[in-house]
């Protein structure tokens, strides 16, 4: 069976000398794993659009064990992602997230669409990488199921928070009658979880701008990648590993 499909190249691996696996997310059929063959020839039609970050139109036999990529036309290549070295750990970064939680057969329009966005933002000039991460990380949450509770108390639904303490494991925000429930939930800013709740609704194509101080970047970047890092199949983020080595 034969399927006409856009994805994304999450992956692509060498397989044999002129052969690549690659691993796409589709809108389609979900995450897909094909053997583009004869992709890794110098003339080969398919070149491009295999590349990570690649969006492309695909057609895709589906086979009994193995799927293979029959045709492929490249439709955006993110070419400016690859030349600098921020927008490229960060890309990376956003797509082994996506690959964390897209299974096989179970697409996700949502996220689909979010990782679009993301990407054809994060390739344009003057914008606020930080800001666009951090709605990113968000709005990933929020579309794979895993989002936390950040206006209320996860245990009792109490709006009326004085102290702002954030429970990895539990999910959000923690009240002072239910902070007893996770010895180590963490102290978070109220303005961190507003600007949170702010991002989580934006427009990816409106906030690209946007400027975030460092300290309310670096809070809910703590809380959100140990989040990430507790509720989904990540262990640890081998894309940013690179970049925290140049900051340092
Ligand atoms: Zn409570």
Redesign the pocket.
């Known amino acids: 069976m034969q399927i006409k499909t856009e994805g994304f190249v999450i992956k692509s691996i060498k397989y044999s000398e002129y052969d690549s696996i690659i691993t796409i997310f589709t809108r389609k059929l979900g995450k897909v794993s094909a053997i583009a063959k004869g992709a890794r020839r110098p003339k080969s039609a398919f070149k491009a659009g295999i590349q990570p970050f690649s969006y492309s139109e695909f057609i895709i036999f589906k086979g009994r064990s193995m799927h293979t990529v029959n045709q492929c036309d490249a439709i955006e290549i993110f070419y400016s992602l690859r030349e600098d070295i921020f927008k490229l750990s960060y890309a990376s970064y956003i797509l082994e997230l996506v690959g964390a939680v897209i299974t096989e057969d179970q697409t996700n329009n949502s996220l689909f669409n979010l990782l679009g966005k993301t990407l054809y933002m994060l390739k344009r000039k003057n914008i606020e990488i930080n800001t666009i991460v951090r709605t990113f990380e968000l709005q990933f949450l929020e579309f794979s199921g895993l989002k936390p509770n950040i206006n209320s ?6 709006e009326e928070m004085i102290t702002h303490k954030f429970s990895h494991r539990e999910g959000g925000l ?5 902070v007893g429930k996770d010895k180590c939930a963490v102290n978070v800013s109220k303005h961190t979880m507003r600007l949170a709740n702010y991002l989580l609704n934006a427009d990816m194509k409106k906030i690209t701008k946007l400027k975030i101080s460092q300290f309310l970047n670096e809070d809910l970047s703590k809380i959100t990648k140990r989040y990430i890092l507790e509720h989904t199949n990540v262990y640890k983020f081998k894309s940013l590993e690179i970049l925290e080595g140049l900051v340092e």
Do not use: D, S, T
Not at 153 to 158: F, H, K
């Open positions: 108390c996860v245990e009792c639904g109490n923690l009240c002072e009658q239910c």
